[in-house]
């Protein structure tokens, strides 16, 4: 079983730019998770989708970020535009069944806003 | 106030050493409990939960959640260099996970 893929791993932007960054979960997965770490601090929850649609977006940080789930199945996370404070490691995570356990991360994308 | 606590060390021990990792927390409400280990340039890997307060042992790992002290617990018998990781706990109420900062742990041969 493919685990939950993110690209790129990497990505350099300045300040002013866009970035799209993309998860595709574990086929049959209906709940995506986006996650976000900033240097020197805890992992933080974004937002939730159930499929297509988004059940909390609680912790995204502004309206410069939007989150899409087409289809239900890969999500892309778009940051317009970057700000310096948005660099970090953003990581998505998936599980079958909706909880409070049980979800598999990707390895994360590295952003890094200059 | 932090939601989760938990001391980013680093931690370093000798193989074979056993190692005690904590995380103190202040919500009431957290009801399930988890363990993640996060290698180098990876995303976290759950480890163990526990629903509520007891203890949980998987082989080498030993996981303690006292929820009148709010203090949770990982305990590593034994430990190998493969052990080497940083270790998160997390915590979750409605389906969101809150991570402490997490612990480096370094085990030398």
């Known amino acids: 079983e493919a685990g939950v893929t993110q690209f790129p791993s990497h990505s350099v932007i300045e300040k002013g730019q866009t970035v799209t960054l993309r998860c595709d979960p574990i086929s049959g997965h209906d709940n995506l998770y986006w996650y976000r770490r900033v240097m020197g601090k805890e992992i933080k929850f974004l937002l939730h989708?159930?499929?297509?649609?988004?059940?909390?977006e609680s912790g995204m940080p502004n309206n410069r970020f939007l989150a899409e789930r087409t289809g239900g199945t890969y999500s892309t996370l778009k940051v317009q535009p970057a700000e310096l404070e948005d660099s970090g490691v953003y990581f998505c995570?998936?599980?079958?069944?909706?909880?409070?356990?049980?979800?598999?991360f990707g390895s994360g994308t590295r952003l890094t806003v200059v | 106030q932090k939601e989760v606590e938990q001391d980013p060390g680093p931690l370093s021990v000798p193989e074979g050493a056993i190692v005690s990792l904590n995380c103190t927390y202040s919500?009431?409400?957290?009801?399930?409990f988890m363990w993640y280990r996060q290698y180098s340039r990876k995303g976290p890997e759950l480890l163990m939960y526990t629903y509520s307060s007891g203890n949980k042992e998987d082989g080498r790992f030993t996981a303690q959640v006292d929820k009148s002290s709010k203090y949770i617990s990982l305990f590593i018998r034994d430990s190998q260099p493969s052990d080497s990781a940083t270790y998160l706990c997390?915590?979750?109420?409605?389906?969101?996970?809150?991570f402490g900062t997490g612990t480096r742990l370094l085990v030398s041969p």
């Open positions: 997390a915590m979750s109420h409605l389906q969101k996970l809150v």
């Open positions: 995570a998936s599980s079958q069944v909706g909880g409070n356990y049980g979800y598999t």
């Open positions: 989708f159930v499929k297509e649609s988004k059940q909390d």
């Open positions: 919500n009431s409400a957290f009801q399930y």
